[in-house]
């Protein structure tokens, strides 16, 4: 009997604008100087409230934080795909992601900052909260999915997670059952490249994160993840056809976690500097910025005008963030149960009673 | 009035949801057919877009369910075995155990898990287990275990309306057996218990397969001159406490009875409730009637014996009178 070839595949990788902000106009999209001076603007402002956030960190103003910084084309220009309707379903490195979706920032500082409160979204928002497991909310996101298209809405979901939950159970699990129901899923992987210390070279032998889709039934695509172009016109043709009823698409952004993995790292210690160096050359903002400035969309007024702009955002997310009250005691018991249970209710009475608030 | 098999009852039970509430789904491994019988011809009546068939997925069940809760859905998910919470164990303590409290209760969490528990057909460590306790201590979720078809009906109704996630134990001895269900329908609160049988000497809790047990105990005991007054918790979380500490205050006796293991039981939940609460009533050390700390064994001699029995119910009435 002969042995026959079952099958071949190809993996893609798409980059639409080089390193010097020039870009292939066949491949570059849709977009008017005016969603570019806004894609921009988001991504300036979600740097400049990364670094704020940093500051307050180490002046002990605000909890352990998952920086995004190099990351913001990746996650900003994935969200900046989605049209209303769509849902997002972050993991926590999505800072961006929630300004673009309209999330009012204050309640992601909010939740760094310790209040689970910082999750209560605006009504009809469709974001989930931040997910700090890794991969488990890749499984709501099939649920969602799922429930969207029995529901005859045309409208798709952005998951987005990391190359290390990409080592979970969770991201088979996902990955194989959107295909199997054909949810109307896209699964974002921002490769970062580290997972804490772990690089990505352990966390998979897989020459590419893309090239899993195949075994599932799915379309994957490599993206370069520093190029907002790239990355906005593949995620929106993944939405596309999601909200088509194509089915799932697996993108793996190509990108890198400038910064440590958390406010509570020091990634000096694993990482070698000429790494950095090397994609520090890839700054998604500042090809971003060459490219207006070739295309006369940018100048030193606009420049500044921008970080101004976004300076004084920062400094109106971080007042309406430090202005929200501690939450009252009480507050812990009561939106464990729709209804407070008996067992509960003597709990909150004995912590009332300790803190001399009782009736 | 009409006798039917506990399957039956949870069967009616999620039929009449579904067709009152749209919004009501099934989904598991193998719940068009039925494996256990419990939804068998839903699928039927409600189309297959409201009785989804699942990969074996555990973890993607509960997953997939809390995904559908977002969106407003209110799922009834199978796992197929109470062994099985454990493979999916992140989205059920970690979770949907969670959600209501961490949006402040924007996001209801109405998810019932409906699972198979227990031994009595000597298939092994991995289909036998009674896992109720492993999920005593996260929060936010509620445990309901019923005895009878009666309350099977009752409680999963009030489960499936309720708006957090809902553990719901079903003992595979207990699918099968016959009981009367009232025609006209009918709810029961979660966290209400039954007093099965009154007694003033010795107050014994059980619940599941186990107040059947510890109904024969007692008589048993009557004859030789105890009177047992019997609860059948029914549900574990939120416990009925108001029931058990009154049956305590009179009894001044406790006996728990559960099929899971000792250590770390339901029983100790409770004895330490009871000693918390009711302290200056006991007259006696409460006493845990339980399975040994070993996996159940696959053998079906040595299955029967590390389930509790009438004999060793007699036996921790015998201790707790002592």
Request: proline share 6%; aromatic share 8%.
């Amino acid at each position: 009997m002969p042995v026959t070839n079952l099958m071949t595949f190809n993996v893609s990788r798409m980059e639409v604008m080089d390193l010097d902000g020039n870009v292939d106009a066949g491949l570059m999209p849709d977009l008017s100087p005016e969603q570019v001076a806004e894609l921009y603007g988001i991504m300036v402002l979600t740097r400049r409230l990364d670094e704020r956030m940093l500051k307050l960190q180490r002046q002990g103003r605000l909890g352990t934080f998952a920086r995004v910084l190099g990351q913001e084309a990746a996650h900003i220009g994935a969200a900046y795909a989605m049209r209303e309707g769509d849902w997002l379903v972050p993991a926590f490195r999505e800072t961006g992601s929630f300004i673009v979706r309209g999330i009012p920032v204050e309640r992601v500082l909010q939740y760094w900052g310790g209040d689970e409160w910082g999750q209560h979204f605006p009504e009809g928002s469709r974001v989930l909260p931040v997910s700090v497991p890794v991969g488990t909310h890749m499984l709501h996101a099939v649920g969602i999915g799922w429930a969207m298209k029995q529901d005859r809405e045309r409208v798709a979901v952005l998951t987005v997670f990391g190359d290390g939950a990409t080592s979970e159970g969770d991201f088979h699990e996902a990955m194989n059952f959107a295909a199997v129901f054909q949810a109307p899923a896209v699964f974002l992987c921002q490769n970062n490249h580290w997972a804490i210390s772990v690089p990505y070279g352990r966390q998979t032998a897989a020459a590419s994160i893309a090239q899993k889709a195949i075994a599932y039934g799915m379309p994957g695509i490599q993206v370069d993840g520093n190029d907002v172009f790239a990355v906005y016109r593949v995620v929106r043709d993944a939405l596309d056809r999601a909200r088509n009823g194509e089915g799932p698409t697996l993108v793996e952004a190509h990108t890198y976690r400038m910064a440590d993995h958390t406010t509570s790292d020091d990634a000096r210690k694993y990482r070698p500097p000429e790494e950095t160096a090397y994609w520090q050359e890839r700054d998604p903002l500042e090809r971003l910025a060459r490219y207006m400035r070739r295309k006369g969309l940018l100048d030193e007024a606009r420049e500044a005008e921008t970080l101004a702009r976004a300076e004084a955002e920062v400094d109106r997310v971080v007042a309406a963030y430090e202005a929200f009250p501690a939450p009252p005691p009480d507050d812990l018991f009561a939106h464990l149960y729709a209804e407070m249970t008996p067992a509960l209710r003597a709990q909150r009475d004995a912590l009332l009673a300790a803190l001399g608030e009782g009736e | 009035m009409a006798e039917i098999p506990f399957t039956a009852a949870l069967n009616r039970a999620m039929a009449e949801e579904m067709k009152q509430d749209e919004r009501v789904v099934v989904l598991g491994e193998d719940v068009r057919a039925g494996f256990f019988g419990a939804t068998s011809g839903l699928v039927d009546i409600f189309g297959p877009e409201r009785v989804l068939n699942t990969p074996i997925w555990e973890s993607g069940i509960a997953g997939m369910a809390l995904g559908l809760a977002v969106t407003g859905l209110r799922p009834v998910a199978e796992l197929m075995f109470a062994d099985f919470f454990y493979l999916a164990a992140d989205e059920i303590a970690n979770q949907m155990a969670s959600w209501h409290y961490v949006t402040g209760g924007q996001t209801p969490v109405p998810i019932v898990v409906r699972t198979a528990a227990g031994g009595g057909f000597a298939i092994g460590y991995n289909h036998s287990q009674c896992t109720e306790a492993s999920f005593l201590n996260p929060p936010g979720l509620k445990i309901v275990a019923p005895s009878t078809a009666h309350d099977a009906y009752g409680l999963l109704k009030s489960a499936i309306r309720d708006d957090n996630p809902v553990l719901f134990i079903e003992h595979k001895l207990l699918y099968g057996v016959p009981g009367e269900v009232p025609d006209e329908e009918y709810l029961i609160p979660l966290g209400e218990a039954a007093v099965r049988r009154e007694g003033k000497d010795v107050t014994v809790l059980a619940w599941s397969t186990m107040v059947g047990k510890a109904l024969q105990a007692s008589e048993e005991l009557e004859k030789q001159g105890v009177s047992v007054e019997v609860i059948d918790a029914r549900t574990l979380v939120p416990l009925d406490e108001a029931t058990l500490l009154a049956s305590v205050a009179k009894t001044g006796r406790l006996v728990t009875v559960e099929e899971g293991r000792k250590r770390g039981g339901v029983g100790a939940e409770i004895a330490a409730t009871v000693m918390e609460k009711a302290f200056g009533s006991l007259k006696a050390p409460v006493v845990r009637v339980a399975a040994p700390n070993i996996p159940v064994p696959s053998g079906p001699a040595a299955e029967a014996m590390h389930v509790p029995s009438v004999p060793s119910i007699i036996g921790g009435v015998r201790t707790a009178l002592a």
